[in-house]
């Protein structure tokens, strides 16, 4: 197998994520789920997703469709399109599988993971994290990460094109 190919296996469609959530479970690890557009991977998403797996064996990151991301951030986003975000979170050792969802919260995807963990910014309450419910009823933990100051997608994206 090749090192794309290796990669490619990473962002799983929805029965392979069934699969692998299967096993994960036989084999007793701790499945921390994240998510995310993650539009022009940066430091600040390196050091986040990095502090995300150090709370699990296997880390889950729901990335936002193309769609969803524009009915999020505008018509003008994303700048990278979704098969290169994947590729590009796949690339990243500590990344266990990459997961597409094209609704704007992952709260199916949540649902049909069943985190241990779920992980969002410090920029979140714990209680107002999407999917705080239904991990907390099954007792897993929300835990939220300190964001690196100064390293924003729309910050980047300002200052490359002079807004800044």
């Keep these: 197998m090749t090192q794309?190919?290796?990669?490619?296996?990473?962002?799983?469609?929805?029965?392979?994520?069934?699969?692998m959530l299967s096993l994960w479970r036989f084999q007793d690890k701790k499945i921390v789920f994240t998510n995310g557009c993650f539009d022009i991977l940066h430091r600040g998403h390196i050091e986040y997703l990095s502090k995300a797996a150090d709370l699990g064996d296997v880390l889950i990151v729901g990335l936002n469709t193309d769609s969803s991301v524009s009915r999020i951030k505008g018509p003008k986003r994303?700048?990278?399109d979704e098969q290169s975000?994947?590729?590009l979170l796949a690339a990243l050792h500590f990344s266990t599988a990459i997961v597409l969802f094209d609704e704007s919260t992952p709260y199916d995807l949540i649902r049909k993971?069943?985190?241990?963990?779920?992980?969002?910014?410090?920029?979140?309450?714990?209680e107002e994290v999407v999917g705080y419910d239904i991990v907390t009823a099954k007792g897993?933990?929300?835990?939220?990460?300190?964001?690196v100051d100064g390293f924003s997608t729309t910050g980047l994206i300002q200052k490359l094109i002079g807004d800044q």
């Excluded at 993971?113 to 714990?126: E, S, T, W």
């Design 4 to 19: 794309l190919e290796i990669l490619q296996n990473k962002i799983l469609e929805p029965a392979k994520l069934e699969n």
């Design 78 to 80: 994303p700048v990278v």
């Design 85 to 87: 975000r994947a590729l």
């Design 113 to 126: 993971i069943q985190p241990d963990i779920l992980v969002k910014g410090k920029d979140y309450k714990a």
């Design 140 to 147: 897993g933990k929300v835990e939220t990460i300190t964001l």
